[in-house]
Each structure stands twice: as C-alpha cells, then as structure tokens.
C-alpha cells in the first residue's frame, strides 16, 4: 500500500495538536497587516491575531501560496519516502493558491519525468472555507494512517465538498463594511437598527441568506438554516471568534437541537476573520450531496 502525506493551507483552522497528531503538513498563507507582512500560523496564533485585526489601520490581506512553494514541499514529500500526497485547498474560487498547486504538479513532472511512475500528486478544490474542509482533511489524514487507499480518501473528500455548507454571522457590520461584503451606507444604516447578515458559503459562494434584527435572533436563524440542510446523524462543526458565550450558547442549542453534540467549536483564522472580523459564530453541516439527487 503506498505511503501517502496529507497536505493543507492554513486557512483550514486545523488545531496544532491536531496537526501534529496526524502529520498534517499545513503551508501557511502569507498576510500582510500595514506595511509588515506575516506568516499564518507560524508569526502568531488565532488569538493574537484577532489583536492585531482590530488594531491594524486598514484591513489586513492574504496572498496565494506560490507556485515554487508547492514545487519545493511536493518535492520534499517525494524525497521523505511518500508516493503519494493529497493536497486539500482553500476555496479556488477565492484564492489562486488551487491552481498554483496544479502549475507546481506540471512542473516537477516536467522538470523530473522519472517521478511520475512512482510518485503521485493529488489536489483538491475544497470549494470553501476554515474548518469546513480542516475536517474532513484530519478525517482523512486519518484513513492515511489506517492505509487507506487514494481513491477512497479522494472520493470521500469529494463527497463531503459536494454536500457541505457553511452558515455564519458577525455581531458587527465594521468588518464586512470594510472588506466590501456589505456596502458601507447599508452597513451604516444596518448598525443603527440593529441588523445582522446570515452568511452562507456553499458551491463557493458567499451570500447574505438573510438579515435579523439583534444579536439574539442570530443563534435561532443559523440554527434554522442548518437544520434545513443537515442530512440527520452527520457530523458537524461550530466555528468562534471572540464571542465565547455566543459560542457556548450555540454548542448548547446545537447539541439540543440535533439530538448529539458538535465535532469541535473552532477558532476562524484569518481567511473568515478578516471579512467578517473576530466577533462571528457560525456552523457548517454536511447536506445532500448536490452532485447526487
């Protein structure tokens, strides 16, 4: 059975211990805040960067991972002894990191055609965001270590991107006012009255699914929507920032509402904070598959 190494970016939320556990290999995003410019993951951790958020000037931004990146880690993986490495990635749509992988692919095969009989490269387009593909890629790190083969990991990565969805909400319009989710005079006029988006990212995509009135409507309306999607007895996940009781409020509700608790309550790194700041709760469910009716 071959060897296989799971690979991931930093925008899947993994906890350390976790990646550690089960020798995820996590390239971290590069973010620059001001003029200074940062490594996720590796120059701070979730908590000190939601200081740093609210602190910087202007609003934060992350670049791709480059292609040589991925050339020089694919490379470091063969000569470890791996023959194969899945490679799990943010939501292509949003990032060119996807396709940089794919180009690095095409060049290590170009530049050493003697690895492609005995070295195998997988990516993967997880479609979405934070731990709603940091899941899935421990899940499968783990079947890596039970000698599970690639197709059956593959395959089970598909499946869950084809049937996830994230539902999620910020307590504050300062942040999607900022990154330009929501136009500023409607931010404006939002906050006066107390109005806060329900966000969804599924297929991708982004949407405002629908706009409450007070923070206390926010827990009962994502809850809702997951209950809408949610294919009974699948696991799910909360995601937090700074709110801790809004976050233990939903695992309350949740674990309740569903009859089981939640995988985790995970802390959203850079890729959801800096577009919806660090006061955000949220929760992602695994829906039908919507390749498959």
């Known amino acids: 059975m071959n060897k296989i190494k799971i690979m991931t970016d930093s925008a899947s939320d993994i906890p350390a211990e976790l990646e550690a556990e089960y020798s995820i290999k996590i390239l971290p995003f590069p973010v620059t805040i001001g003029d200074e410019g940062y490594l996720e993951r590796v120059d701070f951790n979730t908590s000190e960067f939601y200081n740093m958020l609210i602190a910087a000037p202007k609003i934060p ?8 990146h991925f050339y020089e880690e694919f490379k470091a993986i063969q000569k470890e002894g791996y023959q194969e490495v899945i ?9 060119s990191t996807y396709n940089n992988a794919l180009m690095a692919k095409e060049q290590l095969f170009t530049n050493h055609p003697e690895l492609i009989s005995e070295f195998k490269i997988h990516v993967v387009n997880s479609g979405t ?7 899935p890629v421990i899940e499968a790190a783990k079947k890596a270590k039970k ?4 197709t059956e990991i ?7 991107f084809d049937s996830v969805e994230i539902y999620f909400a910020p307590y504050t319009l300062e942040f999607v006012k900022k ?5 500023v005079a409607a931010a404006f006029v939002g906050e006066l009255i107390g109005l806060r988006p329900i966000i969804s990212i599924i297929n991708g995509e982004t949407k405002i699914v629908e706009k409450v009135r007070g923070d206390k409507a926010i827990i009962p309306t994502l809850l809702k929507y997951a209950q809408n999607a949610i294919v009974p007895k699948t696991p799910y ?11 233990k409020e939903l695992f309350e509700k949740s674990n309740k509402q569903f009859g089981y608790p939640a995988e985790g309550n995970f802390y959203v790194g850079a890729s959801i904070s800096i577009n919806a700041g660090p006061k955000v709760v949220g929760i992602i469910v695994k829906g039908r598959n919507r390749n498959h009716s």
């Open 61 to 68: 931004t992350t670049s791709q991972i480059t292609t040589m």
């Open 87 to 95: 490679y799990i990635s943010i939501n292509a749509t949003g990032s």
């Open 237 to 247: 996940m909360l995601v937090k920032g700074t709110l801790e009781e809004e976050a």
């Open 154 to 160: 593959v395959g089970y990565l598909e499946d869950w």
């Open 179 to 183: 990154s330009g989710r929501v136009p």
């Open 147 to 150: 000698s599970a083969s690639s």
């Open 129 to 135: 965001y934070t731990i709603a593909y940091g899941y």
